[in-house]
């Protein structure tokens, strides 16, 4: 067992028309066995021999590959590695080899309350350690974590991480990929979370913890995302719809979502002094919302005016470089102390 739902199998002495015989055995199996509902079962295939050397990194990783093709072709069928060679296959191996290792951190940027000042949550964002220490983005790893489904198991790893933090008395707001709206073990370290509070005397209160979705999340599943909402919600915990105003179908999630918060995206509050349009949206998104009984976060803030108008247009919250960089609040890892700890020959006979 790889993961929450992803299992391996290691064939000795056999060709691709034997693994495909077998992955078919399992599948047949599965569909017999009376699962209701139905249990679907991609399967990636690939190959390796006595000449050639392999790691099992790399051999997970070709795996994997195939496995995306067999999902992306509509799941539930099988597909052989083709010796595809791309950027994503490196990404895939170091993004494995950092949850192996324990190399991902968290940065916290505050969202302010505009009626008092007062920073009341703090979103965390996450990080990836590269071999000489350096914080990678999200942004050059996350599109292949969620391809090739690794993001569950890096979300359920922040959502730990976050939980401990509120647990603690801090308000704090997870982001959550589609790919992991739904997932029962978030779902359950939420509940252990929520049952460990009364006896701790601390933690979960409601409107501690937000759980952030973007839209395009939110539409690539309706009934999943409404179903993870009001099991949250059912929690104790607040959601968040991100990047709110760049779907097609913004306002109808309202309807739909139980979701306490809307954070106005970026796109709309970068230019927002200098540009009409954005002002008019933010107004209008703000007043639908208020309607509505949600509370309004603008994200993206970069300047004292920016940040008055905001405030005259009742947006609830903000957050932004102007209000606080990300920082980051996890302590050194213990691959950083041993990191740390290595020597070069010559640093050595210096001592």
């Known amino acids: 067992r790889l993961g929450g739902d992803e299992f391996a199998v290691a064939l000795h002495e056999a060709g691709e028309h034997e693994a495909l015989l077998v992955a078919e055995e399992i599948r047949r199996h599965l569909a017999e066995h009376g699962i209701d509902p139905p249990a ?3 399967v990636g295939i690939a190959l ?3 000449d050639r050397e392999l790691v099992a990194d790399d051999l997970l990783t070709a795996a994997d590959v195939a496995l995306y093709d067999a999902k992306q072709a509509g799941g539930d069928q099988s597909r052989v590695y083709q010796g595809d060679t791309t950027a994503a296959l490196g990404w895939v191996g170091r993004i494995r080899g950092a949850l192996d290792e324990q190399r991902f951190v ?3 940027q505050p969202i302010l309350a505009l009626a008092d000042e007062r920073v009341t949550h703090r979103e965390l964002l996450v990080r990836m350690l590269s071999d000489d220490g350096d914080a990678i983005l999200p942004g050059s790893f996350i599109p292949t974590a969620e391809r090739f489904g690794l993001i569950t198991e890096i979300d359920r790893w922040v959502t730990a991480q976050g939980l401990a933090l509120a647990a603690q008395g801090e308000g704090v707001s997870i982001n959550l990929s589609a790919h992991s709206m739904g997932d029962a073990g978030i779902l359950e370290q939420v509940r252990c979370a929520a049952r460990a509070a009364p ?3 601390a933690g979960l209160r409601p409107g501690q913890v937000i759980f952030e979705i973007t839209e395009t999340a939110a539409m690539t599943n309706m009934r999943d995302a409404r179903a993870f909402a009001q099991c949250l919600n059912d929690l104790g915990c ?3 719809l991100d990047d709110f105003g760049t779907g097609f179908g913004s306002f109808s999630y309202l309807k ?3 979701s306490r918060y809307l954070k106005i995206d970026i796109e709309f509050v970068r230019d927002l002094l200098a540009n009409a349009t954005d002002q008019r949206v933010v107004r209008a998104i703000t007043d639908v919302g208020h309607s509505l009984g949600k509370l309004i976060i ?3 803030v970069e300047d004292r005016d920016t940040l008055a108008l905001l405030r005259e247009y009742g947006v609830d919250y903000a957050q932004g470089l102007y209000l606080g960089a990300p920082q980051r609040i996890t302590p050194p890892t213990h691959w950083e102390r041993e990191l740390r700890g290595v020597r070069t020959p010559a640093q050595q006979r210096a001592r």
Do not use: I, N, T
């Open 238 to 240: 607040d959601l968040a």
């Open 48 to 50: 390796f021999a006595a």
């Open 256 to 258: 739909h979502l139980p």
């Open 106 to 108: 968290l940065y916290a």
């Open 40 to 42: 679907g079962v991609s």
């Open 199 to 201: 006896a701790a005397r």
């Open 298 to 300: 603008a994200e993206g």
